[in-house]
């Protein structure tokens, strides 16, 4: 099932958009709470929170990307055995047509560096930040199904 953002947006009428691959990191803390950013200034959807992660690179899997982006987003290294895929969301959005990998990560060494400027903050159900980036909302779902 599609995930349609903002609805009311035109989407470009052809030919049909490619599918890019995202890698998307849940990390959760040994408290239950887990991690929101926000998008950096100067991309679509600007100062919207979301779950780190990132494109995936030709050649790279899912935990390649998902590693690759966490380490120069936030600084951290994930630990390879602590990240496990989780879920996958196609996300229709009017700039682009995304395919959302949700990995949980529940291990990393080192602290947050927020290299790109952005925010952070750790939550818990129901969130106290705002706005949301479509395709997270299904993420804040499936944590509440437990």
Do not use: N
Request: glycine share 8%.
């Amino acid at each position: 099932m599609t995930l349609i953002a903002d609805p009311h947006l035109p989407r470009p009428a052809a030919p049909p958009r490619p599918e890019v691959q995202v890698a998307v990191g849940v990390l959760l803390d040994a408290q239950g709470q887990f991690l929101l950013t926000t998008r950096p200034a100067g991309k679509v959807y600007a100062g919207y929170w979301e779950f780190p992660g990132g494109k995936i690179e030709a050649g790279e899997t899912v935990e390649q990307a998902l590693m690759r982006e966490l380490r120069e987003e936030l600084g951290i290294q994930a630990l390879p055995a602590c990240i496990a895929r989780w879920r996958e969301q196609r996300v229709d959005y009017p700039h682009a047509l995304v395919r959302l990998h949700f990995c949980r990560v529940t291990g990393w060494r080192g602290a947050l560096q927020m290299r790109e400027g952005q925010q952070y903050r750790w939550q818990r159900l129901p969130v106290s930040v705002a706005p949301l980036l479509p395709g997270a909302l299904p993420v804040l779902d499936w944590l509440a199904a437990g």
